[in-house]
């Protein structure tokens, strides 16, 4: 079992930045990739942004430029820094980790950029 606690959501205007965190319960190199993904109200749950263990990463498109993750890796937790942030960013963040095929989710932080 993995737990995942989420932090760093809130309330911020377009243009805004904004940091989400992510720490897991156990040694994030003992999780294959660990990422951030959003559901916005009525839409699907989509990637935002992902690491692997090797440290690679992979960006929706609609965040390349502007968002960042990285990891650090003494406290098990994952961030993601958002920059330039637009009203359409808005949405529930929830982080994602992925260990021995099972995947595993955090509560959730709403994140809300007002125009």
């Known amino acids: 079992q993995v737990q995942l606690v989420e932090s760093g959501g809130g309330l911020v205007q377009a243009g805004g930045s904004l940091k989400l965190s992510c720490r897991a319960s156990?040694?994030?190199?003992?999780?294959?990739?660990m990422g951030w993904y959003r559901q916005a109200p009525g839409k699907q749950r989509d990637l935002v942004a992902e690491?692997?263990?090797?440290?690679?990463?992979n960006y929706a498109e609609s965040v390349k430029g502007r968002f960042t993750i990285s990891r650090d890796i003494g406290k098990n937790t994952v961030h993601l820094q958002m920059n330039s942030l637009k009203p359409e960013d808005t949405a529930v963040y929830y982080c994602?980790?992925?260990?021995?095929?099972?995947?595993?989710w955090g509560q959730g932080t709403q994140v809300t950029v007002s125009s």
């Open positions: 994602k980790a992925v260990r021995l095929f099972e995947d595993y």
């Open positions: 156990t040694n994030i190199f003992s999780i294959n990739s």
């Open positions: 690491i692997s263990r090797d440290g690679i990463t």
